[in-house]
């Protein structure tokens, strides 16, 4: 789907497939806005064949703004995840002349933890601006029983073009890449990337034009 702008508060859905919001207007207004109620669902399916069952994985999901915005409002639902049995699909939100914004609940992409073996969800932002904590609130999901549960735990990769990234809030995932173009990374005291597992996990903090400053936790044990 391409236009000038796009505003969206539907229901789009694609199993296991692609599914790109592009907005490549000239004007800061245009972006790409998912309202209260839009559903972008590219969650995977499982097909049944006689006894036996075969999954499709999670499918990719892409919101592109040339010169806006991407934001995803309060109420909307973007998923990627991989159903029943598949392996997690893939989001990116890029604005690279604008802001990446997303509100709390509203980024889902996970697979079945009974099947360790399957592939978990991968979030990538690159924008001029974005907030990693609130990206960190996006991911997680307050389920029906009143568990949370985190989203996109496979990989995060951030890249931030303006200003300093700043995180005190969690982020888990086996792999977490932070890129600030021209600013600095701050980890604060309240702040941890967890890329912690079985299989150890791997954390890269990218500075161009300023210092990683961290005083939270870094946790990536070694892989065996």
Not at 27 to 38: F, T
Not at 70 to 75: A, I, K, L, R
Not at 145 to 157: S, V
């Amino acid at each position: 789907m391409r236009a000038k702008s796009l505003d969206v508060a539907g229901r789009i859905e694609a199993p296991s497939g692609h599914l790109t919001l592009s907005a490549p207007g000239t004007d800061a207004g245009d972006g790409v806005i998912l309202r209260d109620g839009a559903r972008l669902l590219a969650d995977g399916v499982t097909v049944a064949f006689a006894d036996t069952k075969a999954y499709g994985p999670g499918g990719d999901v892409a919101l592109k703004s040339a010169h806006g915005n991407v934001d995803v409002q309060s109420g909307a639902i973007v998923s990627v995840s991989g159903g029943e049995g598949g392996d997690a699909g893939q989001l990116a939100l890029m604005a690279q002349e604008g802001a990446v914004h997303a509100a709390a609940n509203t980024l889902r992409g996970d697979a079945s933890a009974a099947k360790p073996d399957l592939r978990q969800g991968e979030l990538v932002v690159d924008a001029k601006t974005v907030a990693v904590d609130e990206l960190a609130d996006a991911v997680a999901e307050t389920t029906a029983g009143g568990t949370r549960k985190t989203h996109f735990i496979g990989q995060w990769d951030v890249r931030q073009r303006s200003g300093d990234l700043d995180l005190t809030k969690t982020v888990k995932a086996s792999q977490v890449t932070f890129a600030a173009d021209n600013g600095g990374i701050t980890v604060a005291a309240t702040g941890k990337i967890d890329a912690s597992g079985a299989r150890g996990g791997e954390i890269s903090l990218y500075s161009r034009n300023g210092d990683v400053r961290l005083s939270g936790a870094l946790l990536a044990p070694p892989r065996h």
